[in-house]
């Protein structure tokens, strides 16, 4: 297939496409190029544009002529979407629908869509089922839920078929460590960690009276190339014909703060100096993804997800970077 990546050039969006070269899909990457830079896409072919402006997501998608999209273009910062929700809105909402109606006059009819558990908010029950309510918590797993629903109406009068992947907690890095986590500012809990020991400077934890086993909140870890071939899943499932639909992507376990600590330092041999501050507000106890319906459905399984994997990978990323 000829697919259109946006969004592409970013720490998901790229591992992505390098998946996708490798199942023998041809690959065009449309990004705004506003925190990455076009040098590190190698040979692969791109077109700058952002999807606020309607007008340049429909010029690429003409000219591209692409049998899909996947669409990562998104703002993804949960506390700054909070201080600044019209950002958050105009980005993640209106570039999603000039997106949609760009490919509905361009006659484009199969997206995947890179959600995010963040539609689900505190969760009713563990482990979470696609079905369970949509409760989000903050302006950005809003933007997320807005979306989706948007392009599930697409369907059936514009003939848009969409999949969205439910996403928990995406981290590490490409088996080599030439592609990782990249993000400035990082807010991701697992690169905080890393560059902490690695500047050799105090990691600061939020929280460790939670009511988990060890006091620490627990999440759901999915290796960034696992979750690159659940996009891949989607898409080609699309390919066959199928209608719209939605899927968490995760284990379906779950580690604690402590327990990634504790594998950092196994990874690197060095302590990891912590101090602990005040949980921040909003932030759930434990969430931890139900995978049953895209294991079953999309035929995925992860492969990565391991936490050692995981860390293992991320680390020698960010070690290569202080080289």
Known sequence: ??????????????ITVQELLKH???????????????NKLGDVPFIKGDLTHF????????????????HFAAYIQMGESVQNPRKYYHNNVLGS????????????DKIVFSSSAGVYGNPQRIPIQEDDPKLPTNPYGETKLVVERMLRWYEKPYGLRSISIRYFNAA?????????????PESHL???????????????????DYPTEDGTCVRDYIHVLDLATAHIAALEKLETGASSNYYNAGTGQGYSNKQI??????????????????????????LVADTTKIRQELNWQPRYSDLETIIRTAYLWHQQQYE
């Not at 629908?97 to 484009?108: I, K, R």
């Not at 590490?172 to 400035?184: I, K, R, V």
């Not at 697992?190 to 460790?208: H, V």
């Not at 990891?272 to 759930?284: I, M, Q, S, T």
């Open 1 to 14: 297939m000829k697919v259109l990546v946006v969004g592409g050039a970013g720490y998901i969006g790229f």
């Open 97 to 108: 629908m000039n997106l949609a109606n760009a490919m509905v006059e361009t006659g484009v």
């Open 172 to 184: 590490g890095a490409t088996l080599d460590g030439s592609l990782g986590e990249d993000h400035d």
């Open 24 to 38: 023998h899909h041809q690959v065009i990457i449309f990004d705004h190029f506003q925190r990455h830079v076009p």
């Open 190 to 208: 697992i690169p905080n960690i890393i560059k902490a020991q690695l500047e050799n400077r105090e990691f600061t934890l939020f929280g460790d």
């Open 261 to 286: 600590i504790q594998m950092v330092e196994k990874i690197s041999g060095k302590p990891v100096k912590v101090k602990v501050l005040p949980r921040r507000p909003g932030d759930a106890n434990v």
């Open 55 to 70: 007008s340049e997501i429909k010029q690429a998608l003409e000219t591209v002529k692409p049998d899909a999209v996947i």
